[in-house]
Each structure stands twice: as structure tokens, then as C-alpha cells.
């Protein structure tokens, strides 16, 4: 049973982790129609430069404000105005070839210009563990679900409360009426871009201690991000969250009680078998299609 | 009234010609040349069926390279009980088409874009089989020694006679999907890809359509894998990751997607080039991806639709010239009532 709860935690804790991930790819979606592909390498840019920034003696939370600022500089607005922005109007297949061959591109750069090994990346929340009631649970499992929790919960309060967000929610759901309405379509999309790179920024300050920060840390995280987002149902921001739970709980539990060597395709499992009851994910609201 | 012909003269004696060369090319080369030569026809193999899925279809397939090592396991497991090429490889294509229709079900039913991420997630899963389950795959060191198939008491080993063997199917399997392409199907495709729910208001079961389509390209890439194996003798599960998917999408739609010589030349590039690019080493990966992502910004429709993009920014050109012309001309007029 302990067994059992210590599973279970550090579970919650690594979807919870997925769900940043998972929102920043929702809100990008929504708000710019853009599929990212490259979401996984998204998180593995902003480790490394946390890496670069510790080698060169700053500590953890200074690499970490530095490499939210890059993030957001690189993976926000140079992605939004030299690729996204080029490519409206050209078709979802050809952002999705775009942003695959950034995929590529960003891994190939890292591993032929940094390293091609994995590097250990050390927890913002120390190396500790603590009992509670025969469970042994590690802080940087705590920290990670608190600290995601925060993210995600104070997102949806912007999201929901400010004006801003507001304005942000009216661009997502209908880009003619919210610019009709006055509402500065292109500062919002931006702003999306923005919160995208932060949440990358704290999901690879979050998850690298666990995958270690190699040049191919994003597939796996990539991948996990895109299916909790359609578990959860992918226009809906709580969907994400309920998404990389279900996700890191159910990927823990049948790695320990089924078969490790499958662990990575409970995903998949998981999503095919949430499509065929509830195509739009199990919080989502069914879509209309254009002609 | 004209004669409709299958092919126009020019493009008849064009091909004639690439085939002739393509048959005196062995003479040419020495073994390494010959490899790589007979490795791009499995590729162009593979990108065809994937053309058919992305290019013809519409569908985001990231599954290729996955399906590939099925045909690849399939014929290799099967060689190794004894049973001849000529029974395995028409079963790696059963096999792969099978699995096409199996992964493409439930993800078609509800979203293009699903599929990708199914596809992609699939691939993952085939990777992690091929390397766990020892029994069957040899896990992490693969299957060795996979001969090459006799054709009726003549033996394929050698190097040219195998290469004339995968010539000849790659042919046969290009006319096949040239075949396909004219007929209704291949018509109910393209309108699948233009305006899936007009095409669903006209008639077309577009989730039968999109389906076959996806299994189609699936079995091509199982013959690719059926040729792939006793090409390199060995096969690990690592040439069948989820980047040789990605390569081959990019192969597809660098060529240019929805164009019939599109993957000839796309596998070409993703095969070739780095061949001659050896100097860029570990590079040569992150410039081929970030050309990709500048092609697509400025060449969606790949290498193939050059000609197309040029006329088209001439005539923008032009006719921003007449425009500036006619503004001029008014301008002049008005001065001159003035």
C-alpha cells in the first residue's frame, strides 16, 4: 500500500509536470491555430541554457530567471514573428512540417554544438525526503505538484478574471469578432506565445532532475504534452491538467505493476482509448468544422 | 477528338531514359555507390506510399518508418524460419496494412490531426516491441545474417542482381500507385484533401477513404521494410525510430507533397546529400531542418512547385507593375486635365 501511495504521488507529481506542457501546446493552438511539434524541444532549450547558466557559476533560481527571459525572447517571439507569422494563411500541414523540421533542427544543434550525453540537472527543491505515515516522499515531488499547481491554477485566473485573459479567451474562440471588438488581436496572440515560453521554462526547471537534460529529453516529453492535452479535451485548459495527470499516474502505476518496458505507451493507450468514447477529450466541448 | 494517352510523349521518353540509366548505373559504381543507390529505391518505395497518405490524401502520417520495421521484422523472422522471401514479403504487406487500418480507426473517426499524434505514438510503441521483445526481435542486437531470395533458382546475393530485383519492384509498385491515382480512387483522394466534408456532402465515405489511404501507404512502406532487410543484411530497431518518420514526412513534402516524382527526389536529397555534406558531420541534421523550416515558409509546395511559385511571383510582379503603371497613367491623365 505505501508502495502503492508513493506511486501514486510521485505520479500526480510528473503529470502534473505534463500539464504545463500540455497548456502552453492548448493555448497555442487555440490562439494561433499553430500545432507545435516542436513543444518537447520547447522544454529541452530552456534546460540547457539553465545548464549553460550554472556552468558559467550562477546558481539554480538566476539561471532559471534567465532562462525564462530567453525563453521568451526566442520560443515566444522570434518563433511567433520568423516562422508563425510567415506562415499564416499556408495550411496546417505545412506548420506541422515547419515546426518538425525545428524539431530536428533544435535537437541536431544541441547535440552537434553542446553534447550528445545526458547531463544530471539538480532539483530546485533539494534532494530530501521526509516519512509521512510510512510513505516516503521526496520534496522535489511536493515542490513540483505545488509549484505546477500554482502555474496552472493561477493561470486559469488570468485567464478567467483579468481583462486581459479575457481578451485573450474572445482571440481564441473568434479572432474577427474579438478585433471587431476593439481587442488588440496580435498583442494577445503574442502574449499566448509569451505564456507558452514560461511554461516551457518551468516545466524543464521541473522535469529535467527526472530526464536528465539530453537533446532528446523532448520527444518523450513532446508526446506526453500533446496526449494528456487531447485526453483532457484540447479547448479546454483544465482538460490539460486532468490530461497529464491521468497521464503520469497511470504511466507509474502500469510501470510498476504491469511492465516497465512499456511504460512510455500508456499514453497512447490511453489517448485511443479516450477518443473512441469521447472524441473531444474528457473535459472538451465538441467543435464545429469549416467548410 | 484528341486520344487520351496514359503518358505524354516527352514524359514517356523521359522516363524510358531515367530507366536506361538507371539499368547501366551498376556498371558505373563501385559497391558502396551501388548500396546507396539501391537503399534510395527502398526509400523511394516507402515516400511513395507516404505521398499517397500526406500528398494525395491529406493525412498526417507519422508512423512510416515504424511500419517499415514491421515489413523489415516480418520478412527477416520469417526468412530465419525458413520460409521463402516470396511468402514473407507479400505477408510484411498484409501485415502493415492490417496495422494501418487497426491505429487509423479510432484516430480517423474523429480528427485529421489525431492521426499524427497517433501515428507518432504508435511508432514509439512498434520501437519499444521491436527492442523488448528478445524472443522475437533479438532486442538490441537485432537480427543478423538475413540472406537474399532466390527468384525461381536464380540467386539474388549479389549486389547488382539484388539491386535489379529492387529496381524492378520499385517500378512495379510506381506504376501501381500511377494506376491508382487515375482511377476513381485515386480522385476521391484528392477531393478528401481539398474539402473533406464537400466531399463527404457529394457522396465520398470519407472515413472508408481516408482510411484505405493510410493503409495503402502503410503497406508500401512494409514492402520498402521487406526490401530493406535483405539490403543491409542486419536490422536493430533504430533505423525504424520515430526521426526516420520524421525524415521520411520531410522527404515527402520537401519533394513535393501530392506530386508523383516528389518523393523520387525527396529521398534523394534526405539520402544522398549527406553524402556528399560529410564535412558538416553532426551539422548536417540541424541545417537539414532548419532548411525545412525556411522551405516552408517560403516554398510550401516543395522543390517540385518551383516552376508554379516563380510564374506566380512573376505574375504578382507584373501585375504589380501594371497596377503602379495604371496609377501612373491616371496620375499623368489628371495632371494634365488639371
Known sequence: MTDFMQLLLSGVAMGAIYAMAALGFTLLWQAAGTINFAQGEFVMLPAFAMLIGMSMGLPLWASFIVAVALSILVLGAAFKKWIVDPMRGSGVVSVVVATLGLSIGLKSFVKAGYSAEPHPFPSIFGDEVFKLAGVTISYSDVGALVFAGLMV??????????????????????????EALGINVKRMIFYTFAINAILVSVTALLITPTYLAKFDMGDNIGLKAFFAAIIGGFNNSRGALLGGILVGVLENLAGAYLTPAYKDGVALVLFLAVILVKPDGLLGTPQERKV | ???????????LALLTLALLAMCFAPALLKTYGLYLLTLWLVYVIAAMGLNLTVGYAGLK?????????????????????????WIASPMAIVICFALGLVIGFPALRVQLHYLGFATLGFNLLLVLFFRNEEW???????????????????????NTSFYFLVLAITVIFGVLLALLLRSPWGRAFAALRDNPIRAESTGVNITAYTLMSFAIGAAYAGIAGALFAPLVNFIEPAPFGISNSLLFLMMVVIGGSGRFYGPVLGAAIALLLPEYLRFLKDWYLAVFGFTAVAMMIWLPGGLLSMKEAWQLSQ???????????????????KGATA
Not at chain 1, 486581459?164 to 474562440?173: E, F, H, I, K, L
Open chain 1, 153 to 178: 491554477v493561477g493561470l486559469q485566473m488570468f485567464l478567467n478574471k483579468t481583462i486581459t485573459g479575457r481578451a485573450m479567451q474572445a482571440v481564441a474562440q473568434n479572432t474577427f469578432s474579438a
Open chain 2, 1 to 11: 477528338m484528341k486520344k487520351t494517352t496514359l503518358l505524354s510523349t516527352q514524359h
Open chain 2, 61 to 85: 502520417s507519422l508512423c512510416h518508418a515504424g511500419f517499415m520495421g514491421v515489413g523489415a521484422y516480418t520478412v527477416a523472422i520469417m526468412m530465419k524460419a525458413g520460409i521463402s522471401f
Open chain 2, 136 to 158: 522475437l526481435t533479438g532486442g538490441t542486437f537485432g537480427i543478423q545474417n538475413i540472406k537474399r531470395p532466390d527468384f525461381f533458382g536464380v540467386s539474388l546475393e549479389s
Open chain 2, 315 to 333: 505574375a504578382k510582379r507584373a501585375a504589380g507593375q501594371k497596377q503602379i503603371a495604371e496609377v501612373a497613367a491616371a496620375a499623368t491623365a
